[in-house]
């Protein structure tokens, strides 16, 4: 089995990148491919959605498997928003048939933030439990205790964290408690200050992880106000909100400032590298390495 | 305590059919602390049923609708209104409903609809503290129930999709586990969050439960 990119290059210390894409709502997957096969020779896995925003999409698996049948190292979001524990380990069980290792475990957003808010929620795994899970099919059983056919699954597992939490210390109490149950790396939800970075950095110190920064390209200071008002973990600092505001070409601007922050982070070495979620604007993630330096 | 509400009085009225002949029974214990099935609000249903043309025969309020031997018992008292009434109407919760027909060999209709275990606030407000999971975890939660106030069940601490203190899916409600973290933090207690809960079995609890707490000892 071909060992994952990613897993090497934090384990090798390199500034790793991984950038994020979602399936469509709709059967057609060229366009995303497309985005992905760009990108992919820049990138240490491409991370894959699994319904973002509780909304109704393509699998997760489904692009994973057509990204991994390219030769691009994918990571499979998996959320227990809508799968109880069978499906769940099915899904693992599936992943690994395809050779793609790297898994991030959610407990995923809840349906009413979505667009069929009808649905009935399951969250009978968090992602504690899906990091356990995937723990215990590597061992060769599943969570019934039942035997699998050999090879067993190899994963490498990651979850996700919020820097700007309140309060922080209970979010450092959920790392460990992810770390314990099998998390070997953490993307972090978007941030956007330095500082930020600096605190978590120093608070983690201890936990000997490996931390993803979340990056998310700004569009318009009203895209900054929105999350700041909204958005869980986000916090847009108002100099970049003006920065934003005073600029002619706004997504250049946010382009630039999410570059500029990637060579900050990189520069200083106060994380293990970067996570970039070009929510809806995937064609942004390329100009954005090109302009920190991470192309060529 | 289990807190229920009156249906409509119409809903109630539709689901008597034709029947002519009724019976009502209350219940002394959480209904008549709700106030949907106390003395008054018998008293009050059957006048409504009677400008409604129903021959309400007899009322009673039984002592505890879901004890069964003791409503069989009460019940006794009704024999001969019994056996001429067409339908029973119980002001019960819906346990006291499903006892009170495995006593009776009658037609048994509720008067309530049954919201949830809760808790009286004051006078008229009740509020939903309790699942019933069947495995309380209280004891490491600061006694304040995830089950029942994370929007997502959660066991294992929170989703991390808080803001400013407020629940993700309802921005009108506290993050029960923020609220988990700041009680345990004044009592000193913060360390039984670190513990992982394991995975919880559902088998037990997907069908019909029951105990004989007399087998223990
Ligand atoms: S954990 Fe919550 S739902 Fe379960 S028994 Fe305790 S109070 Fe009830
Ligand atoms: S925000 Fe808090 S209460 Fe709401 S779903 Fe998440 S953990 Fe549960």
Partial sequence: MINSKLETALNNNKFAITAELAPPKGTDFSRILGIAQELFQYVDAVNVTDFQSASVKATSLALCIELANRGIQPVLQITGRDRNRIAIQGELLSAAHFGIQNILCLTGDHPTSGDNPEAKPVFELDAIGILKTAETLMKGIDLGRNELSPPFPQFYCGAVTSPEYSPIELELIQMKKKIKMGAKFFQTQGVFDIKTVEDFSNQTKDMNTNILIGIIPLKSPGMARFMNRKVPGIEVPDNLIHLLEKSSNKTEEGIKIAADFIMELKDRKICNGVHIMAIGAEDNVLKILDKAGLIG | ?217
């Fill in chain 2, 1 to 217: 305590m289990v807190i229920t509400k009156n249906k409509d009085y119409n809903e109630i009225l539709k689901s008597l059919g034709n029947n002519k002949n009724i019976i009502i029974l209350g219940c002394s214990e959480c209904a008549s602390v709700c106030k949907t099935g106390g003395e008054d609000q018998v008293v009050d249903l059957k006048k409504y049923l009677e400008t409604n043309n129903k021959n309400v025969q007899n009322t009673k309020v039984l002592s505890t609708s879901c004890n069964f031997l003791l409503s069989k018992k009460e019940l006794k008292e009704l024999k001969d209104d019994l056996t001429n009434c067409d339908v029973v109407i119980s002001m019960s919760c819906g346990n006291g409903v499903q006892t009170v027909s495995d006593i009776l060999n009658q037609q048994v209709v509720p008067a309530n609809d049954t919201l949830f275990v809760g808790e009286k606030i004051r006078s008229g407000i009740f509020e939903e503290n309790c699942r019933t999971c069947g495995e309380c975890l209280l004891g490491r939660t600061a006694a304040i129930c995830p089950v029942t106030r994370c929007a997502k069940g959660l066991l294992n601490g929170p989703c991390g999709g808080a803001k400013y203190g407020k629940c993700e899916v309802n921005e009108e409600n506290d993050c029960a586990w923020i609220e988990i973290y700041n009680r345990l933090l004044e009592l000193d207690k913060v360390e039984l969050l670190e513990e992982v809960y394991p995975i919880r079995s559902y088998s037990e609890s997907s069908s019909k439960r029951s105990i004989n707490n007399r087998r223990k000892k």
